[in-house]
């Protein structure tokens, strides 16, 4: 079946770190794939997406990685700040803008 | 200019009673899809409508439907609401598949 998993509910680091948040995917056939932040009594941001004819792909301090043999897929936030303290989800796009999201990771940021 | 619009932003209503929440999508959006999210079950899709057609359908009851209008507007309808139905739901639009959704604010909807 299609499911998303992400393997820490919760991150923390200290601000000026590298942050990574890691994520697994089941569906072998999706081709696009789609990181979120969501913010307290927010909807979830686009931060970055990646097609599956990739492996990485770079944003502003952000970098997702995506490794196909393994359905895996990372988002790499830089000297991460405590404005980047949030809930992370990744998400597959099944098809027709079916999109299946993992369970979330908290970020946490301290000063 | 301006994001996916949800209204309302809060809503209150009891057991039994049917709901309707609308979403105008980002202006030349023509996909708009809706997510029910919880803590218990995170968030999980509900359905996607492009050109007032509905492409694709998640895993719930009958009783809730949308549909979307001619300006790619959208509504979701719950009807006889239960306790579980509580929720913040949200919609999504996008210009075409394949392609970023953007998430409006959502409306949170409790059932007492």
Redesign the interface.
């Known amino acids: 079946g299609e499911s998303v998993g992400l393997h820490l509910p919760t991150l923390s680091v200290q601000e000026g770190d590298n942050s990574i948040i890691n994520c697994a995917y089941s569906n072998s056939a999706s081709?696009?794939f789609?990181w979120?932040k969501q913010e307290s009594?927010?909807?979830?941001?686009?931060i970055i997406?990646i097609r599956s004819n990739m492996d990485k792909r770079q944003g502003q301090r952000v970098t997702v990685l995506l490794n196909k043999t393994v359905k895996h897929l990372s988002l790499q936030i830089a000297a991460t700040q405590p404005g980047d303290s949030a809930v992370y989800?990744c998400?597959e796009?099944t098809?027709?803008?079916?999109?299946?999201?993992?369970?979330?990771t908290r970020l946490l940021v301290s000063p | 200019k301006a994001g996916?619009t949800q209204t309302p932003r809060y809503l209150i209503k009891t057991r039994g009673q049917q709901v309707t929440l609308s979403c105008s999508p980002i202006s030349g959006h023509r996909?708009v899809?809706w997510?029910q999210q919880t803590p218990g079950q995170?968030?999980?899709?509900l359905f996607?409508y492009?050109s007032e057609t509905q492409?694709?359908k998640?895993n719930f009851p009958g009783r809730f439907s949308g549909r979307q209008f001619s300006n790619s507007r959208s509504e979701m309808n719950v009807s006889t609401l239960e306790l579980g139905d509580s929720a913040l739901y949200?919609c999504?639009s996008?210009n075409r598949?394949?392609t970023?959704?953007?998430?409006?604010?959502?409306t949170r909807l409790t059932v007492v």
Not at chain 1, 95 to 104: A, E, S, Y
């Open positions: 081709d696009y789609i979120y009594g927010k909807g979830p941001q686009f997406d989800f998400a796009n098809g027709f803008q079916k999109l299946v999201f993992g369970t979330g | 996916v996909s899809s997510y995170g968030l999980q899709f996607e492009f492409r694709n998640g949200l999504a996008s598949s394949g970023e959704a953007f998430f409006g604010q959502g």
